[in-house]
């Protein structure tokens, strides 16, 4: 079965601060991945998801930006943190041919 | 583009009491999902349904899918604390591999013991 690295876990950045949350996965090969936004008490919004590697979609314009130089890694970054940022990032893989999602334990991003 | 509604938002039961929450989408799904996320935790996945009007039982959750495979519901009955947390359904968007999970807003479960 598949196992999601995220890290770091938690994090407090400032304003104008850039980020990178890394993402890696176990177990499987080829995976779809996906990084999904969860602000506090709301549901889940996906922002990126990658088929293979360097093949990056967008779902929202924003302030983020995904990259995936390996098969299994998946990379979210932002050059300029902005208050709206805040908030529960979530790693998902999805085997080829499943659709079921597995997640990461998620990082939890409080930007002042 | 495709929207997946969840109600009640929130819901406080006595411990022992049934709980249910309903999934709407706006379009036909190929198939719907449920996760539960535990609180401080990351959706953990329960079931999918794939066949219109298909049902499910694990232990004392019953998960439906409608005949149009535009809803679906989560019944727990008998709520237990154990039960605390935040159920999503999720439906299938999307066109070729990519395999677009789209979330509801979830539903978030208090029992009181």
């Known amino acids: 079965s598949q196992t999601i690295h995220q890290w770091p876990a938690t994090l407090v950045q400032p304003v104008g601060s850039p980020l990178s949350l890394e993402c890696t996965v176990e177990?499987?090969?080829?995976?779809?991945l996906y990084w999904y936004r969860q602000a506090a008490g709301r549901g889940l919004q996906l922002l990126f998801y990658?088929?293979?590697?360097?093949?990056i979609s967008s779902e929202v314009p924003q302030n983020l930006s995904a990259s995936r130089p390996q098969d299994r890694q998946f990379i979210l970054s932002s050059k300029k943190l902005l208050l709206s940022d805040s908030g529960f990032y979530l790693c998902?893989?999805?085997?080829?041919?499943?659709?079921?999602?597995?997640f990461g334990a998620g990082s939890r991003l409080t930007v002042l | 583009g495709q929207q997946v509604m969840q109600i009640p938002q929130y819901q406080h039961v006595q411990e022992g009491e049934d709980f249910t929450t309903y999934c709407n989408s706006s379009t036909t799904l190929s198939n719907i999902q449920w996760y539960k996320q535990r609180p401080g935790g990351h959706p953990v996945f329960l079931i999918q349904l794939v066949k219109s009007g298909e049902v499910k039982k694990q232990k004392r959750l019953t998960f439906q899918f409608g005949e149009a495979k535009k809803n679906s519901s989560l019944h727990i009955t008998a709520t237990q604390t154990t039960d605390v947390g935040t159920y999503f359904c999720a439906g299938l968007g999307g066109s070729g591999n990519t395999g677009k999970l789209i979330f509801g807003q979830g539903t978030t479960l208090q029992v009181k013991p």
């Open positions: 998902a893989s999805r085997t080829a041919g499943a659709n079921v999602l597995t």
């Open positions: 177990g499987t090969s080829n995976p779809n």
């Open positions: 990658s088929v293979g590697i360097g093949q």
